[in-house]
């Protein structure tokens, strides 16, 4: 998440990779993608790190309309071929399944699933936690997703931090899928999170515009950055209350959707996250085993009829027992 793309709009799908090599992916550009940075479309529709994008150009492992790219920041136009030789653990075997993994289901149809997604639960796979996903789950009730979008990630279009509750939509098919990318890509997916922060935060309304990135001092953490990417937060305050501390309850609405962005962009401001350990949101006068950050409404525009949808998730137990502390 994380903080996260109409079948008229995609027609990108890798979904349905061909297949040269092994490992060999291709997505042909829609129009919604035509125009940008041939490494941030690589990014976005097969999930890989801009580095590690820049690594497969270095190492002829990318190729436009089959020849090999010169470089990664090549403008992109509409019908496209983009060839990729993605790495092995891009391109694995994809997950087992697991039905002892709860799946939290708001809505559900042909094309898309939209899950209310627990604290503490992973969404995919990654380094220490090869099982017992959000992943494993959902590819125990729909197998067929396995073979939508990354075999790793299939599915997944968009990521909650483990310790954030609430809303994610996951792609059922190579339409949906291709759909969602490029919603995200154009940054009409709306996602509004509520968030309770250290201090009185005075202003209304703001946005916070600053680049994210990793940090220099912990390459684990995530910064505001001169070298970051473009990330954009704008936030409204719900309430103010003095007890148990100065402390403001504010609706986030994610613009762009860089790693661990709210909680980035709050403490870049002077009001961490209540409850989050990394981003210097923890103190005595209120506890919590997690970040007070839940995903309540999430929109976007169906992937096979065009209308736009929205669905909304109230507080988990948890966090609404921390509120009702709140005077």
């Known amino acids: 998440m994380s903080e996260d793309r109409s079948e008229a709009e995609a027609r990108s799908d890798p979904g349905s990779m061909s297949e ?9 550009v829609s129009h919604t993608l035509a125009g940008e940075r041939l490494d941030r479309v690589i990014a976005l529709l097969w999930d890989l790190p801009r580095s590690e994008v820049a690594a497969l150009v270095t190492a002829s492992a990318v ?3 089959q020849r090999v790219a010169a470089t990664r920041s090549y403008r992109v136009a509409e019908g496209d071929l983009v060839d990729v030789d993605l790495p092995e653990a891009a391109a694995g075997a994809g997950v087992e399944p697991d039905p002892d993994v709860e799946v939290g289901v708001v809505a559900v149809d ?16 990654g380094a220490g936690h090869p099982t017992g996903t959000l992943v494993h789950g959902l590819v125990a009730r729909w197998p067929e997703i396995a073979g939508v979008g990354d075999p790793l990630r299939p599915g997944i279009v968009h990521r909650l931090d483990a310790g954030t509750s609430g809303l994610l939509v996951v792609a059922r098919t190579p339409l949906a899928y291709d759909s969602l990318v ?7 997916v709306e996602r ?7 201090g009185r935060v005075e202003a209304p309304v703001g946005l916070i515009d600053a680049p994210v990135g990793r940090s220099q ?3 684990t953490q995530m910064a505001v950055s001169a070298e970051g990417r473009d990330a954009r937060t704008g ?10 501390a100065a402390l403001t309850l504010v609706a986030c609405r994610l613009e762009t959707g860089r790693t661990h962005q709210v909680r980035v962009h709050l403490a870049a401001i002077g009001h961490p996250v209540v409850g989050d350990v990394r981003y210097g949101g923890v103190r005595p006068q209120l506890q919590m085993n997690r970040p007070f950050l839940h995903a309540f409404e999430l929109g976007f525009e169906h992937p096979a009829t065009g ?11 948890d966090l609404e027992d921390v509120r009702e502390l709140l005077h």
């Open 20 to 28: 040269s090599t092994p490992n060999a992916a291709r997505a042909e």
């Open 63 to 65: 190729r436009v309309n």
């Open 110 to 125: 042909d094309h898309v699933i939209v899950v209310d997604k627990p604290p503490g639960l992973i969404v995919h796979p």
């Open 182 to 188: 490029a919603q995200m890509a154009a940054r009409t």
């Open 192 to 198: 509004r999170y509520l968030a309770l922060v250290w």
């Open 217 to 219: 001092r912990d390459r």
């Open 235 to 244: 936030y409204e305050v719900v309430s103010r209350h003095d007890e148990p």
């Open 307 to 317: 209308e736009r949808c929205r669905w909304t998730s109230p507080l988990p137990p």
